[in-house]
């Protein structure tokens, strides 16, 4: 059925760039709302940054002005662009779809920052 998959998480130095991708074995139009959670080390998953389907987009405070979420549904692919990196930023990132119903939920990529 539906699978989410991540990549482009890696090492980064502070200050750094990386952008992370999910990409959807369906259509992402079949979702009210993509996004990104993320699990820092011993600490509970908390939300990133979600788009809907009419590319309406939120962002933690704690990314704000430095995120970006974007999607191309012509490769249904929902994107993470994260620019001036901190530690804090440092996880196991997710990606998530959502129906009016259902929930779905990546395997998840490791982003690591180090100072």
């Known amino acids: 059925q539906v699978r989410l998959v991540e990549s482009g998480g890696g090492l980064v130095q502070a200050g750094g760039s990386l952008r992370l991708s999910c990409a959807a074995s369906?259509?992402?139009?079949?979702?009210?709302?993509m996004g990104w959670y993320r699990q820092p080390p011993g600490k509970q998953r908390e939300l990133v940054a979600t788009?809907?389907?009419?590319?309406?987009?939120n962002y933690a405070d704690s990314v704000k002005g430095r995120f970006t979420i974007s999607r191309d549904s012509a490769v249904n692919t929902v994107y993470l662009q994260m620019n001036s990196l901190k530690p804090e930023d440092t996880g196991v990132y997710y990606c998530?779809?959502?129906?009016?119903?259902?929930?779905?939920w990546g395997q998840g990529t490791q982003v690591t920052v180090s100072s």
């Open positions: 788009i809907t389907n009419g590319d309406n987009t």
């Open positions: 369906t259509s992402i139009f079949r979702f009210v709302s």
């Open positions: 998530n779809a959502r129906t009016l119903f259902d929930v779905y």
